[in-house]
C-alpha cells in the first residue's frame, strides 16, 4: 500500500513534468509553483487520513458490540499502537 501511494504521487510529479516540458508556463503559473500546490494539497490529505481514518471502522465496532469491549478494556499505552493501521479511507468489507 505504501509503495502504491508513493508511486501514485511520483507519477502525479511525472505527468506535471511531461506537461511543463512542453509548456513552460500555464496562465502564468510555473512548474514548481504548480508541484508546491500539489504537494500541499496531498500532505493535507495524508494527515486527515493518519488521524481521522479510523472512523470508518466505528460503524462496524458498534454492529458487531466490539464498540463497548474496545471502550472498557484496560490497555497499556503500547497495545494502543498494536491495532489494525489502515492507509486508506474506502472502507471495505472486512474492515466493516
Known amino acids: ?3 502504491a501511494a508513493a508511486l501514485t504521487q511520483l507519477l502525479g510529479i ?3 513534468w511531461a506537461v511543463y516540458s512542453r509548456i513552460p508556463d ?3 503559473w510555473l512548474f514548481w509553483e504548480v508541484v508546491f500546490i500539489y504537494a500541499t494539497i496531498f500532505m493535507s490529505e495524508g494527515f486527515a487520513s493518519l488521524f481521522f481514518d479510523g472512523t470508518w471502522r466505528l ?3 458498534v454492529n458487531r458490540g466490539d464498540f ?3 471502550l472498557l478494556t484496560v490497555r497499556s499505552f503500547f497495545a ?3 491495532r489494525p493501521f489502515i492507509l ?3 472502507p471495505t468489507d472486512s474492515a466493516q
Request: proline share 0%; hydrophobic share 50%; glycine share 10%.
Open 26 to 28: 500555464i496562465n502564468g
Open 68 to 70: 463497548d469491549t474496545f
Open 59 to 61: 460503524s462496524g465496532l
Open 88 to 90: 486508506h479511507s474506502i
Open 14 to 16: 511525472v505527468f506535471l
Open 80 to 82: 494502543c499502537f498494536n
Open 1 to 3: 500500500m505504501v509503495v
